[in-house]
């Protein structure tokens, strides 16, 4: 099996939301695509115990791993990949100009899960989502055809990104906490009156107060998933419905989160593959006619930007 095949494989089995997606993009596109997914499927797996997403387990030595990640990135962007992810995501870092130090803000996301870290406000949130999801972003516009320097365009990139993990936050609230993390910022939780430990947000009796702060998360997406709506004017026509598509299933998720209410927090909403094709095609008319009229970041959390060349 070839990379790419490998890499495609991957994104089916990884993310049927964004495989679906990434179909509409032309093949060449949706290889690299698969690729850089590989890469991040990839890493995300290694700290969390994970197979493809799925079946958290308890890791030995997770920092161990996060520093043998670093440094297999580092050597496969200089030229000496380890496995055929490295090679792949080098590969596409190459072609795309995708700045070592991105890779490394991924990282640095994942760095935070390793240290057990929580956070208190929805700023503070929104780093660790740049992290683990915005800067996927960034580099995936990167791949689309994004130059370096539209620095609008990749905060909108960001914005995406950021939108979809806290759409995750919110559909996983009790899963996370079942296995000790809590991503809920700590100001909003004692707002509610819940305690920021695991075992409250787990607890059937705060569910509804949980509730109410996984429907605020969902909320404060929104504004993301906005902003990101006026970078799709940048993109070709193919990826635009791509992403429009990949948006509107995810911010879909969070739609059902809370109308799930209290009683479902448990449950892993998602939608059906009917649903995902029907939000596909009514992505099709924002992709031909995106925004063309600028919409304001005003207030948004912003991400570090980063401008060296590939190598650095």
């Known amino acids: ?83 055929p992810v490295f090679a792949g995501f080098a590969e596409v870092a190459q072609r795309h100009a995708i700045p ?34 915005g800067v996927v972003g960034v580099m995936m516009a990167l791949v689309m055809g994004v130059a370096p320097g539209e620095d609008d365009t990749l905060d909108r990139a960001s914005d995406l990104g950021l939108a979809f993990q806290m759409t995750n936050i919110a559909r996983d609230v009790v899963a996370d906490a079942a296995v000790g993390r809590i991503y809920l910022p700590s100001d909003w939780l004692a707002e509610a009156g819940v305690p920021a430990s695991p075992g409250a947000l787990g607890h059937p009796g705060h569910a509804g107060e949980v509730h109410r702060v996984a429907v605020r998360l969902v909320r404060a997406a929104e504004p993301y998933y906005r902003s990101a709506r ?34 479902g927090l448990a449950e892993r909403v998602g939608t059906s593959g009917s649903e995902k094709f029907r939000l596909i095609a009514g992505a099709l008319g924002p992709a031909i006619s995106p925004p063309r009229a600028s919409i304001p970041r005003d207030g948004l959390w912003t991400r570090p930007r980063r401008h060296p060349s590939p190598a650095t």
């Not at 995300?44 to 030995?60: A, K, M, S, T, Y």
């Not at 890779?103 to 406000?121: N, P, S």
């Not at 990826?239 to 109308?259: C, H, T």
């Open 1 to 83: 099996m070839s990379d790419a095949a490998a890499a495609r494989a991957t994104i089916a089995r990884g993310s049927r939301s964004f495989a679906a997606a990434s179909t509409l993009m032309p093949r060449a596109l949706r290889d690299d695509v698969a690729r850089l997914y590989a890469w991040c499927r990839h890493a995300d797996d290694v700290i969390d115990g994970q197979v493809l997403g799925h079946g958290e387990r308890p890791v030995d030595d997770p920092a161990a791993r996060l520093a043998e990640l670093r440094r297999a990135t580092d050597e496969a962007l200089a030229g000496r990949a380890s496995s």
């Open 100 to 133: 070592r130090a991105l890779a490394h803000d991924h990282l640095d996301g994942f760095a935070m899960d390793v240290e057990g870290r929580t956070y208190e406000t929805l700023d503070d949130l929104a780093a660790y989502c740049y992290g683990v999801a």
């Open 230 to 263: 006026a970078g799709l004017m940048h993109l070709p026509l193919r990826a635009r419905w791509a992403v429009a598509a990949a948006s509107g299933v995810y911010r879909e998720i969070g739609v059902r989160r809370q109308a799930a209410g209290p009683e």
